[in-house]
């Protein structure tokens, strides 16, 4: 069982630089592949990027640039880096963590890869 916890969401200007955190509690996160998805109002949920248990990542174009993706497995902590955000980057952001044996890079954006969800945490920009 993986539970994850995002926070670091806020209110922020057009411009302005965030960062998100996905803390995980599961022994083996270093196995995992994790991921950032957001659902803005009245949208379907959309993928931001992904990286792999060895570091590979894998951006969504709208994102590619601006995001920068990490983890920090000796703290099972994901993180999102995020500038130059605009009102399109607003929503709730949320972290999935997908097992070695479901996921694969060039599938990452298919949040059905991804077997556990975080409860989100909202991103506001205003312009």
């Known amino acids: 069982q993986v539970q994850l916890v995002e926070s670091g969401g806020g209110l922020v200007q057009a411009g302005d630089s965030l960062k998100l955190s996905c803390a995980a509690s599961v022994r083996t996160f270093s196995s995992y592949a994790m991921g950032w998805f957001r659902q803005a109002p009245g949208k379907e949920r959309e993928f931001v990027v992904a990286?792999?248990?060895?570091?590979?990542?894998y951006y969504a174009d709208s994102v590619k640039g601006r995001f920068t993706i990490s983890r920090e497995n000796a703290k099972n902590t994901m993180y999102l880096q995020m500038n130059s955000l605009n009102a399109d980057d607003t929503a709730v952001y949320y972290c999935a963590a997908a097992a070695r044996s479901t996921w694969y890079l060039e599938g990452s954006a298919h949040a059905r890869l991804y077997g556990y969800w975080g409860q989100g945490t909202q991103v506001t920009v205003s312009s």
């Open positions: 990286i792999s248990w060895s570091g590979r990542t």
